[in-house]
């Protein structure tokens, strides 16, 4: 508490090349919470705070010089209380740069999917929506808006939410709401997006994994990629695998023959998703081409824009 009797916020100082900052706490990637002020025009080269948090010191590179900054914690104590810190600061970070957008409408549409899909898509039972779906659904949401996100990135998501309220309450999260998602998008997407550049680089070391010349445009014949998708680097199991190719590539009336067929050698159409642990990889191989190289499993396959912008 301030002298006054009022909450006091945490406050992280820090730097940025020639600008001095200060942060609200607890850091959740809200921009409106970030204070700046130029400080040396040629870098700041270190900084300290006193003891008391009152002052500010900094020290320049070329320019030799040292100065001395009033922290008044009281102002900015007044600025988080006047400035709610709601979620409208990471509405304008979205595409668009606020929530009545198409984008976050298709982003809420899939968000309330999801909770469709926890509780069968094929169920008559009587639908239960709420304002969070599983911790274990982030990822899914998160690649149907473009972002594709490693599985150590994944881990790191899961892990903050899961212990965000531990330390409080001695309980585990796991489970998201809707503002929640939004800010693991903010925070963890790239700032610059080259999701065709990062997955060239993945096929050309995978191409050397697999003893093909990497070069560009190198094609890798489609049964050994999904292989490998299994076996190297962050591996996917069999399941997993035919359950996401399902997702990306799913047509009612062919794969229900294809789990039909599997089963008692007949089809039955119908718009319900087929049951996956009837289906094999190499029966779903046969809906891809013979090989694909980067591009072709980026648009055709993934169904990621292309450089051009079409799909």
Same mark, same amino acid.
């Given at each position: 508490m301030t002298e006054d009797g009022e909450p006091e916020h945490g406050f992280m100082l820090f730097s940025a090349d020639t600008w001095l900052g200060?942060?609200? #706490?607890?850091?959740?990637?809200?921009a409106e919470k970030y204070h700046y002020i130029p400080s040396h025009a040629s870098g700041i080269s270190s900084m300290a705070s006193s003891f008391d948090g009152q002052y500010a010191f900094t020290a320049g590179g070329h320019d030799k010089t040292v100065i001395m900054y009033t922290v008044h914690r009281k102002a900015f104590n007044r600025y988080a209380q006047e400035n709610s810190m709601d979620m409208a600061a990471f509405y304008r970070c979205l595409p668009g740069n606020k929530r009545d957008t198409k984008w976050f409408q298709t982003l809420q549409d899939y968000f309330y999917l999801t909770q469709f899909k926890v509780q069968g898509l094929a169920t008559q039972e009587r639908r239960e929506v709420g304002q969070t779906?599983?911790?274990?659904?982030?990822?899914n949401i998160l690649r149907a808006r473009d972002f594709f996100p490693t599985e150590y990135e994944i881990t790191n998501m899961t892990n903050e939410v899961k212990f965000s309220t531990f330390s409080q309450h001695g309980v585990y999260k796991d489970s998201v709401t809707m503002e929640e998602v939004i800010k693991l998008y903010i925070n963890y997407r790239p700032a610059v997006a080259d999701h065709s550049?990062?997955?060239? @680089?993945?096929?050309?070391?995978?191409?050397?994994?697999?003893?093909?010349?990497?070069?560009?445009?190198?094609? *890798?014949?489609?049964?050994?990629?999904?292989?490998?998708?299994?076996?190297?680097?962050?591996? *996917?199991?069999?399941?997993?695998?035919?359950?996401?190719? #399902?997702?990306?590539?799913?047509?009612? @009336?062919?794969?229900?023959?294809?789990?039909?067929?599997?089963?008692?050698g007949d089809a039955v159409h119908t718009t319900t998703r087929p049951d996956t642990e009837s289906i094999r990889p190499a029966q779903l191989v046969e809906s891809l081409p013979q090989a694909? @190289?980067?591009?072709?499993?980026?648009?055709?396959?993934?169904r990621m824009p292309s450089s051009d912008g079409s799909h």
């Amino acid at each position: 508490m301030t002298e006054d009797g009022e909450p006091e916020h945490g406050f992280m100082l820090f730097s940025a090349d020639t600008w001095l900052g200060v942060a609200h #706490c607890p850091l959740d990637g809200n921009a409106e919470k970030y204070h700046y002020i130029p400080s040396h025009a040629s870098g700041i080269s270190s900084m300290a705070s006193s003891f008391d948090g009152q002052y500010a010191f900094t020290a320049g590179g070329h320019d030799k010089t040292v100065i001395m900054y009033t922290v008044h914690r009281k102002a900015f104590n007044r600025y988080a209380q006047e400035n709610s810190m709601d979620m409208a600061a990471f509405y304008r970070c979205l595409p668009g740069n606020k929530r009545d957008t198409k984008w976050f409408q298709t982003l809420q549409d899939y968000f309330y999917l999801t909770q469709f899909k926890v509780q069968g898509l094929a169920t008559q039972e009587r639908r239960e929506v709420g304002q969070t779906v599983p911790l274990s659904e982030v990822a899914n949401i998160l690649r149907a808006r473009d972002f594709f996100p490693t599985e150590y990135e994944i881990t790191n998501m899961t892990n903050e939410v899961k212990f965000s309220t531990f330390s409080q309450h001695g309980v585990y999260k796991d489970s998201v709401t809707m503002e929640e998602v939004i800010k693991l998008y903010i925070n963890y997407r790239p700032a610059v997006a080259d999701h065709s550049g990062r997955l060239a @680089d993945a096929f050309e070391v995978l191409a050397r994994a697999l003893g093909a010349e990497a070069e560009d445009g190198v094609d *890798i014949d489609t049964a050994t990629l999904l292989k490998a998708l299994q076996v190297q680097g962050e591996r *996917i199991t069999e399941g997993d695998l035919i359950e996401q190719m #399902c997702y990306l590539l799913w047509k009612p @009336d062919e794969y229900v023959a294809l789990a039909d067929d599997h089963k008692r050698g007949d089809a039955v159409h119908t718009t319900t998703r087929p049951d996956t642990e009837s289906i094999r990889p190499a029966q779903l191989v046969e809906s891809l081409p013979q090989a694909m @190289d980067a591009r072709s499993f980026a648009t055709g396959f993934l169904r990621m824009p292309s450089s051009d912008g079409s799909h």
